[in-house]
């Protein structure tokens, strides 16, 4: 028995030390493994490919290099710099794009419009209503979810929250509570149609839904998205676009940008230094990759939403009108949603003698006003480079202009 015990041991040594072996090679291969560069808990993961780097110098300020690492769009065409979408990669700030600090505002991730108008924190203008007890009774039915009627497009800085607000004073509408940018977030284009429906509010079926999302208007495969939905929801096509005058919008993104960051606007040099950097580039010439400059070219943009929609399905507010005259511009945008006619605009905006400006009239009894007075004080720029801007957009402006007939008031 002595001796088939010890022939039995020998025979399993080498197992054993075979086991070993294999063992302590797997350990050896873990501790040499080369680390990922990016932690798997980021939220921003770096598009790696031969042209882009996982650390990219995008801009300075003064003399101090930015680097950052994020997405970034893929700008093809320099000339116009149109925001492409990516299945690949999620969506970044345009390459080349100078910054201060580690987040740039102005990445699409941050792409929420914020108006010159009070915020409803403060009784302002604020997430629009749904279905009430008081709209049940003009109709039978159960409030639901449904697919929007309508899109407002943008575009961004040019008051589509203000705009939602009135509009949203009419009861046959009902708006999502916040911007939702299904078509021009990959993340969320993936998720399908039913998840876009799910983040509407519930209405009920003689009310119309809506929702806002500023950056529809200048992203590049967003109108070919926006077709193909209302062509799957048998909806016919109806958008709504405002504009304002180009120069004042491009200070207005630019005020947020410094407003999210938490820039001090009394530091007047830092401040005009920054806009220098970003809106002129280093040959002295208007800088067409920073996207606030670029989203101001709205007839550039427009010829492509045009390429996808009859003229009559898009309709287009003067943001500049909505401040002094709303009352007249609602009265065009009710007529070209088909709304009730019977809603007095009159009874729901007034002006404000002491405050100069108008202010809603909402359900909840809050009255909300606009005015640029009312929102973040913009900083003061440099009178040259705005006269750069002006001039850079007035072929732009004229070409907008022919286009749609509308009655602007800016450069040309």
């Known amino acids: 028995m002595e001796a088939k015990e010890r022939f039995r041991k020998r025979s399993m040594k080498p197992y054993v030390v075979g086991i070993g072996l294999l063992l302590g090679i797997f350990l050896l291969s873990v501790i040499l493994r080369p680390r990922s560069k990016t932690s798997s808990s980021s939220s921003h993961v770096v598009f790696d490919s031969s042209a882009l780097s996982r650390t990219r110098t995008i801009g300075k300020v003064g003399n101090v290099a930015i680097n950052k690492q994020k997405s970034y769009w893929n700008v093809d065409d320099l000339e116009e710099s ?48 749904t279905a009430s007890e008081e709209d049940g009774n003009q109709s039978e ?36 509570g916040q911007e939702v940018h299904y078509f021009d977030r990959e993340e969320n284009y993936k998720q399908g149609l039913n998840w876009y429906i799910d983040h509407m509010s519930p209405s009920l079926e003689w009310q ?25 929801t048998q909806k016919e096509p109806k958008l709504v676009l405002i504009v304002r005058n180009p120069v004042d919008r491009v200070v207005s993104d630019f005020t947020q940008g410094l407003s999210h960051r938490g820039t001090d606007l009394a530091d007047k040099a830092r401040i005009q230094a920054e806009f220098r950097q970003r809106a002129i580039d280093n040959q002295g010439n208007v800088n067409q990759e920073w996207r606030p400059i670029t989203i101001s070219k709205y007839s550039f943009h427009l010829r492509r939403w045009w390429k996808e929609f009859r003229q009559e399905q898009l309709f287009i507010v003067n943001g500049d009108n909505l401040l002094t005259n709303p009352i007249t511009e609602m009265k065009k945008v009710s007529s070209f949603l088909n709304l009730d006619n019977k ?17 809603l009239h909402k359900k909840n009894g809050s009255s909300p006003c606009l005015g640029s007075t009312k929102g973040r004080t913009h900083p003061e720029i440099d009178a040259a480079i705005l006269e750069k801007l002006r001039n850079y957009y007035k072929p732009f402006n004229k070409e907008f202009k022919n286009m749609t007939g509308l009655d602007v008031d800016w450069d040309m």
């Open 208 to 232: 119309m839904t809506t929702e806002k999302s500023p950056s529809y208007f200048d992203f590049q495969h967003v109108p070919e998205r926006i077709k193909k939905y209302f062509k799957d």
């Open 343 to 359: 809603f007095d605009w009159n009874d729901h905006l007034y002006y404000n003698e002491t405050r100069g400006f108008y202010c």
């Open 141 to 176: 039915g159960q409030a639901k979810k449904r697919p929007p009627d309508f899109i407002i497009i943008g575009a961004r800085k040019c008051g589509t929250r203000a705009l939602l607000a009135m509009i949203a004073l009419h009861p046959q509408i009902v708006s999502a």
């Open 82 to 129: 149109l925001p492409r979408l990516d299945p690949q990669r999620k969506l970044g700030s345009i390459s080349g794009e100078a910054a201060t600090g580690d987040t740039d505002y102005w990445d699409v991730e941050d792409d929420d419009d914020e108006d010159d108008v009070e915020t409803e924190a403060s009784g302002g203008l604020g997430p629009t209503g």
